[in-house]
């Protein structure tokens, strides 16, 4: 009778619990204010590093309404346009262009977190090719009080990329360890270049952060339970 009424107590639990947590992130589809080719998205910092080799800042990364994942296009909408071919304009010897979009929040130690964008590559972004030195990141990082980051869960874009020009959803979780502050939302475009053909741009957008509900440890507890009570109420035979 125990075992039946903890089956029905997690089959309540369940039921009760939500598919996952709320976002922790601000304008996570980066649409305030929504403002085709400018730098500016609320909540997130844009960092472009890379100077041609008169010293001036490149333009590796924008916000533009054709990079935009949920509503394609429409007013208001933007997501992050990664110009990789920068790296070689304006008659430059080629050189390598970075881009870096992130934002931090307050981070528990030993909670866990979970972060997803969605991705979309041109045919001929070099982030496609597995021998050019482009690479596309997603990482969560996790920082201290002092904001120097103690931990990180990395994964390369690139290597999901599911070989045509259609949105994909990259996913990735990870424990904050201990002296955890605050967690990061990164993406990144890393060494950047210009090749011979277009169109060779990538784009992200729609990210989320959330600590997971506990609806996905009860949903594998059931099953468990469900065994004990039918092998509870299977007669046992006699010892001998």
């Given amino acids: 009778m125990k075992l039946a009424l903890s089956v029905s107590l997690a089959v309540v639990l369940l039921l ?15 649409d305030d204010p929504g403002i085709h080719e400018s730098d500016i998205a609320t909540g997130w910092t844009l960092e472009e590093p890379s100077l041609d080799s008169s010293g001036t ?14 509503t394609e296009g429409v007013p208001g909408g933007v997501g992050l346009w990664y110009r990789s071919f920068e790296g070689g304009l304006g008659g430059d010897e080629p050189f390598e262009v970075d881009a ?6 307050p981070g528990t130690a030993g909670a866990p977190y979970a972060l997803s964008a969605w991705y979309r590559y041109e045919a001929n972004y ?15 990082e996790f920082l201290d009080a002092g904001s120097s980051v103690i931990g990180s869960v990395i994964q390369n874009v690139d290597d999901l990329w599911p070989g045509n020009s259609n949105w994909f959803q ?9 002296g955890t502050a605050f967690v990061r939302a990164r993406s990144s475009m890393i060494s950047g270049v210009l090749v ?3 169109p060779q741009s990538a784009y992200v957008d729609d990210f989320s952060l959330v600590v997971p509900e506990p609806a996905t440890a009860i949903m594998l507890l059931v099953p468990a339970l ?4 039918r092998r509870a109420a299977t007669p046992r035979r006699m010892a001998k």
Avoid at 62 to 68: C, K, W
Avoid at 170 to 178: E, F, L, T
Avoid at 226 to 229: G, K, M, P, R, S
Wanted: with cysteine.
């Fill in 16 to 30: 009760q619990a939500e598919s996952g947590g709320q976002n922790l992130l601000v304008n996570g589809n980066l």
């Fill in 57 to 70: 800042p490149v333009n590796s990364a924008t916000f533009a309404s054709f990079a935009d994942h949920t």
């Fill in 100 to 105: 870096h979009l992130y934002q931090d929040v």
């Fill in 126 to 140: 070099p982030g496609t090719n597995p021998f050019a030195v482009t690479d596309t990141i997603l990482a969560m």
């Fill in 170 to 178: 990259v996913s990735i979780n990870g424990v904050a360890p201990a």
């Fill in 196 to 198: 011979a053909v277009n």
């Fill in 226 to 229: 469900a065994a004990l009570c």
